[in-house]
């Protein structure tokens, strides 16, 4: 076969077609996600994803199939990469946890806590004021907002103090506590951020 029959059968999405073809595929791609989903926002996210992807790569795109095969198949590369990312996380979260659980305990046996507040009220004595207050709120459970707004704070700020006080935390940490030092970290960003 020569190069001009097989252009003739090569697709590609131009600005004329491109809502078109939306018009078309849009439902049935929703349907498809939808039955793997359950979830009608995700669903929608997905469908839109693949049109929004075509759209960007319109250029490069080639299809030698059917414009609905070649739609179904980046909208099942979407599916398999939402749920490899869904398992993931899941994993990531439920390994986090069994971590918290045992350096929590950890902690105990190790570690007064007597010893462990000394520490972090001595550092805390040594931030600067707002710094200091910032943390005193977060450790009351205040959000990023609601501190910004006590504070009267721009927001970037009180992150920028909670992320320079962790480190500062975490230095009187590894120095006082070297052998507990990853799980007294981890403690502490979960708890403070």
């Not at 809502?19 to 989903?37: M, P, Q, V």
């Not at 977060?138 to 970037?156: C, G, H, M, P, W």
Request: proline share 1%; glycine share 2%.
């Amino acid at each position: 076969m020569d190069s001009s029959a097989q252009e003739a059968k090569l697709f590609r999405f131009t600005e004329e077609n491109y809502t078109s073809i939306f018009n078309t595929y849009w439902r049935k791609l929703y349907a498809i996600a939808y039955r793997r989903l359950r979830d009608t926002e995700l669903a929608k996210d997905m469908v839109q994803e693949v049109f929004v992807y075509c759209w960007q790569q319109r250029a490069a795109i080639r299809i030698t199939t059917s414009v609905e095969a070649y739609l179904r198949s980046a909208l099942q590369y979407q599916l398999i990469a939402h749920f490899r990312k869904v398992d993931i996380n899941g994993r990531a979260f439920a390994y986090l946890y069994e971590r918290m659980v045992e350096v929590e305990a950890h902690m105990r046996d190790i570690l007064t806590e007597q010893d462990l507040t000394k520490t972090l009220n001595n550092e805390l004595a040594q931030m600067p004021e707002t710094m200091r207050e910032i943390f005193k709120l977060r450790i009351r459970d205040y959000t990023v907002d609601e501190i910004a707004q006590s504070l009267n704070l721009a927001e970037k700020t009180v992150r920028n103090n909670i992320s320079k006080g962790l480190h500062r935390l975490r230095n009187a940490v590894s120095k006082d506590f070297p052998e507990d030092f990853s799980a007294i970290c981890l403690t502490l960003y979960v708890l403070l951020t």
